[in-house]
Structure formats: C-alpha cells, structure tokens
C-alpha cells in the first residue's frame, strides 16, 4: 500500500475501517504523556490500539489502549544529563541509535499480527523503521518545536559543529545500520522527519515560530489531553488567594536549591502555592514548607492549571501547552536547551516571562511573581491562547488525519499478519 495519502481526503469521523493501530513513544512523560489523548479518541473510536511502552508507562498507557507492548529499555540513556546541545546532543543521537538498533527485532517479534498504521513519537525511530519493515503506512506526531528552512533549533539553541568527529562517527554509524538493515529511510530523513506523509504537532500554528511557513505535510492540533487517572484527583482549598502551581517537570527536577527558593519567595504571599517536585529531591532536605504551600512529588497537574493564576514551570511543552489550554500565565526558568526555545517562545507570544535560573533569589522571584499576577496584558493574551488551542482540534483532529490513513488500508491488509 502506498504511504501516502491524499492531504485533503480526511474521513468523517466515524466512518473509517476498523484498524489496528500500534503507538510508540521513547518511555519519558514529555513524549508519552502527548499521545494518550490520540490513542485514547483512536480507541473510543472503535479502532484497536496497541502501545508499545516499559513497565514504568504501562499503567497509564493501559487507560487508553487496546493492548500494551511492554519491553525492557536496552541502552536507557542518562537523559538528566543530556542538555540537547553541543556535545550533548550527539550522546543523545548516539543513545537513541543504540535503542533503536535493539528495539526493531525486538518489537518486531512482539507484533505478529502487523498493525495497519503506525503512529510514532519523532524520537522514537525505531516506531518509522518498523513501519518501512511492515510497509505500512505511518504518521509522526511531536510534542515539541519543529524546525524548516525558516526557522530551526540549530540556529540558536541546539547548535552543533559540523567538523566535529564524533558527530561524523555517529553519522557513519546510523548510515551504515539503515543500509543493512534495508529501509528505504535516509538518515537525514530519520534525524528530520523528512519524507513522512503526514506530521502531527501538538501545539498550535500560532505557537510555532513561522507557523505560517510550514506546508500541509504539518498539522497543528494543539495538545492532546488525557486525565491521567494514574496520578488521582485534586481539589482547591477554600483559601483566598492566588493559586500558583510551581514544577520543574520529570526530569530536569533534581535542584532542591530551586524549590527552597520558591518556598521562601512566596512564604507571606498568601493564597495557596502547589509545590510538585518529582522524584529527583529529598523533601526532608527543603524543611518546613510555609503554611501557604502544599509540597508533593507529583499532583494532577491538570486539575490545578483549571484553577491556577500563575505556572513556575521548566518550559517543557507538555507542561506549557497545558497551562495555554488552560490560560494560565507563566514565569519559565529553563533547565535545557530545549526548554529555552519554548521559554523564549512563551515570551515572545506575550503569555508569559522568561527568568534566569542561575542566580535565582527568592527576591527576584517574588517580585516576578508579583508583577505577574497584577499584568493584565499578560493574562489576557493566555486566555487568547488558550482560545487558539481549543479551535485547533485536538484529539479529535489528530484522530481525522490518522484515519485518514485507516480509510486508505488495502482490503486485502485489513485482516492481514
């Protein structure tokens, strides 16, 4: 069957073929966490979905699939240590060639019965080359900033230099794995995304720097959300008050330093400050939180942005799209190159301020924070946002253009191994 698929022949909903659709996302939550939507509205659908995941995402990714794929990461790389940049970036790519190099036997014996479509995560290449070994039809989606001749990553924030060696070590590397592995994917293609049909984004166009360069192969459906039952529920306290949610994500978490500091920032604030630290502090080591603060390791983050009046975020794009559903302003203090692309962004489209990390003081935060929760303008232009995000469509949308794929499958493939 052909990959490709007549951009303006998205079916109805409803009215495609029943498929199987298999997912695969690298095991992180700012890769998972944008696709639960997606297989969830797949699911709800009719469609049989199976998600390929580790024993750390099989819970949640449970909730929205048919069935799960469960493996066990082969070359799990140390991603708090990689910042996407430089040298970085190429231990990064080299990480990623090792898994993806383990990954295709292995999940390839997993699905005896091929899916019709595959849906895979920009990082997770192993998702594209099964899909070429399979020849079935497949769509990219990604959860991050992309990148055309216009505007790009490399031009500021993941800059690498083309002399150096291990970076043309790695290239011959992933050259030479694709050609025996015989997929008709170039490497270029593979590191870019080139050459698929159909790229689903989750942001929207008007967040995406030149949004307006990017040809009909993009769709930007703005995020994707699930409840996320795995993490339970939250309810607002009856305080008066500001509610202001404060957290450095998954990953780049482990700065008990940070969290002191915005506890002492917003100790006599008032109102109800949510602390969600992950797993990478001691909460012994912060001491006391302040009566006005609720520390926790993790919270139903989505629940609290309904109610917030400010996010102190890491300026990943999953926690950032979720504010901007919501209309939440944020302060962004990035922890990676990255986040400073999308901290940098969230300022520029005038929902929010960018702070300095290094030497942050609870001074400098409180009075950022003071000046954000009185900024109208600012406040106004999430809510326009937030706005934006909802027309873009959503699960729904990003569903249509997969089926559009479904609607495609040969009968002969329907029931076919």
Known sequence: MPADVPLDQEPDRGLSAVARIAFFAPPSAGHVNPTLGLAAELRDRGHHVTYATTADFAERVAEVSSDVVTYTEQHPGDFRSFTFSGRSLVDAMAASLAETQALVPLLDGAFPERPDVVVYDNAAWWGRLLAARWERPSVQVSPMLMSNAEWSMSQKYTRLNPLQPRLWAFLLRLGGYLK?????????????????????????????????????????????????????????????????????????????????????????????????????VDHAALGTPPPNVELRRFVAQLHVLRHADLFITHAGMGSTMEALHEGVPMLAVPQMAEEQANADRIAEVGAGRVLDPAGLTAAT?????????????????????????????G???????????????????????
């Open 365 to 393: 935060l409180r009075a950022a924070i003071e000046r954000m929760l009185v900024d109208t303008a600012v406040r106004d232009r999430a809510r326009q946002l937030r706005d934006s995000i909802r027309a873009a469509g």
């Open 180 to 280: 025996r592995s015989g997929a008709a994917v170039t490497p270029k293609e593979l590191l870019t995304g080139e050459g698929a049909a159909r790229r689903i984004v989750f942001i929207p166009k008007e967040f995406q720097p030149r949004g307006d360069t990017f040809d009909e192969a993009y769709r930007f459906v703005g995020p994707c959300l699930y409840e996320r039952r795995f993490l339970g529920s939250w309810q607002r306290p009856h305080e008066r008050g500001p509610l202001i949610l404060v957290t450095l994500g998954t990953i780049y978490n482990q700065n008990p330093g940070f969290f002191r500091t915005c506890m002492e920032a917003v100790a006599d604030l008032g109102g109800h400050v949510v602390i969600a630290t992950g797993d990478g």
């Open 395 to 417: 699960a729904a949308a990003a569903a249509d253009c997969v089926e559009a794929f479904v609607r495609h499958v040969a009968p002969s493939q329907e029931g076919s191994s």
